[in-house]
């Protein structure tokens, strides 16, 4: 048997349709009921995963959400974080300085140089680590779109920098590297942050599906790996770099006291965010199996249903030809996927309902009847919309006519 369908210009895809109800496979099947429970069951364990990883991922998504809230507010204060980074001398002045301890100042500034001496080789070291990762990354073969600005121009991108408010890319933080000025950057956090930026700008402009968004969602991946891999050593950095060194190791003891707390709550910050990139990478394992699993389940559900007559496969495609064309194309997904010389894009279809696996057909018939009952919903409810617009007009019109009237009578 042969229907020919009509593609929607729409080519967009989808995800697989949702399993169909157990309710629905005792119906269709000659299983006993037990055997139905038991996919109950499975489907019940499944939704309780699926609900535990919603839970991890708006976790990690709410950290981030307020990591980059607080960077927006440090942003604000750049001007005076840089005076307090001043050394002392040269004509500058500072309240901290005890001008009657000279010859104690000047042996606590010689063991601060020589301590800041250790601290700046351990951040060279660090940068040569990192520097590592961000080859590793660049000439990787998906990391071309991502070395130059975008082409907002070029590409006609008119919503770019209404969505995107501050674009990055690799060229420019290689500039940032190697500037001599203030716009260098001063830890491998900064540069973190900015390549992270990189990803996250290309995901947010690019729909899921788009090959920009899943290049930047893999590169993005890897990135964050060999960061966690080097968070320790980030960690460890800071803390050889009070803030005392910075200002002439001539603090007192209550802006030690500061700077002890304020490294206390960053070292706790940074304990927060290696915490959240282990938890975002093991959510999108445990994902990736429960995908697996669901797969697994839906092919048990389908192989049990009984083989469907050819009445059936009529009504079928009759109701495969009062899809709409969104419907129609997750329909024609449904069978592309088990048959990969399937042409779904194709402007005209013929479809033999014969030629397809009892596994398709039975999906199939699950989503057209979901489809239809949701097309059906939609409609009564855009009818009792338009017949309340239309109410509503009615009354409006009455009103005036009745204010007319009454004016005129006057």
Known sequence: MAESLVAAEDETTAPPPPLPSTAAVAAESGNPETEVDGFRRRIDDLISQADELEKKVSEVVEFHANKKQ?????????????????????GSSNNCVNNSGSNSNSKTQGDAGRKEAVCSKRMQELMRQFGTILRQITNHKWAWPFMDPVDVKGLKLHDYYEIIKKPMDF?????????????????????YADVRLIFTNAMTYNDEKNDIHQMAKTLLEKFEEKW??????????????????????LCGQETRQKEEEAQTIFNMQSAQEAAIVRLARDTHTELNELNSLLEDL???VVQKCRKMSTEEKRKLGVGL??????????ALEIIAQD??????????????MDAQSESTLWRLKFFVKEALEQQAKNSATKADENSKRKKEICDALAKTAKKRNKKLSS
């Open 70 to 90: 607080t960077n927006n507010l440090k942003g604000n204060s750049v001007v005076r974080d840089k005076e307090k980074e001043r050394p002392i001398g040269n």
């Open 171 to 191: 060229h420019t933080i290689q500039n940032q590297m190697e500037a001599k000025d203030d716009y260098r950057y001063k830890n491998v956090r900064e540069i």
């Open 298 to 300: 839906r092919k048990s």
């Open 228 to 249: 966690l891999q080097l968070l320790p050593k980030v960690v460890e950095e800071v803390t050889c770099w009070p803030t005392c060194f910075t200002i002439g190791a």
């Open 339 to 352: 048959n990969p010389n399937f042409q779904s894009t194709a402007e005209e279809v013929d479809l033999d």
């Open 321 to 330: 030809s009062n899809l709409s064309p969104e419907d129609l194309n997750k």
